[in-house]
């Protein structure tokens, strides 16, 4: 049987390698891990800090053990249905070989944020890959951390143009964290409000 090592935390502080069987799906891609950042939230999740979107509908216990690993960049390694193309969010077709990263939280698309704003992040029910899937569960493999990566059918996926370098790409989940930063303080900056002006302000 085919193995996927793993770097899992088992509990706050605790890591270990893993092995896990690689993934036998019949939907949803696999990828070959390239490279994975280490974002605040991993090292919180590390140090002890285990609740996800807290005070929020959306609170959760970190299910230990998890694989962390939420900004991921890899090549595609199978799309697990056995077709020959896989389209990314924006329905540019993939092959295997193809460069893609990955939006890390999965949204439900029934909530009412889902269905009336475009879901991430304000989900009532939002998963997030490298924290809130337990790699005690099949197929196991939900964080950048690993070989391989399974990526399921509901994640929103996208092709990395060949001219852009992984080590840039891997970049991508921080960039639109940075951008979504950005619009919210242009919000609050229409309702007279800013940054630091009151301690319920981001």
């Known amino acids: 049987m085919r193995k996927v090592r793993a770097a899992v935390l ?11 069987p690689y993934p036998e799906e019949r939907e949803g891609l696999v990828i070959k891990m390239e490279l994975a950042g280490i974002c605040g939230t991993d090292k919180h999740t590390f140090l002890g800090h285990t609740k996800q979107y807290p005070g929020s509908d959306s609170e959760s216990e970190t299910p230990f053990p998890i694989i962390q690993g ?12 056995g077709e020959n193309s ?9 092959k295997v070989g193809d460069r893609i990263t990955m939006c890390p939280d999965v949204v439900c698309g029934e909530c009412w944020y889902c269905k009336n704003t475009f879901g991430y992040p304000w989900c009532d ?17 939900f964080g950048g951390f690993a070989e391989y990566l399974y990526v399921r059918p509901d994640v929103f996926v996208y092709k990395v143009p060949e001219s852009l370098a992984p080590e840039i790409a891997v970049l991508a989940e921080l960039f639109n964290v940075t951008l979504g930063i950005d619009v919210a303080k242009e919000h609050y900056s229409l309702a007279n409000l800013g940054f630091g002006s009151s301690p319920n302000v981001l």
């Open 70 to 81: 939420h900004e991921n960049v890899g090549i595609i390694e199978e799309i697990c249905s």
């Open 86 to 94: 896989y389209p990314d969010y924006y329905g540019n077709i993939m």
């Open 10 to 20: 088992e509990a706050p502080g605790q890591i270990v390698f893993t092995d896990y």
């Open 125 to 141: 029910n939002v998963l997030g890959y490298g924290n809130a899937f337990s790699s005690a569960n099949a197929p196991h493999l």
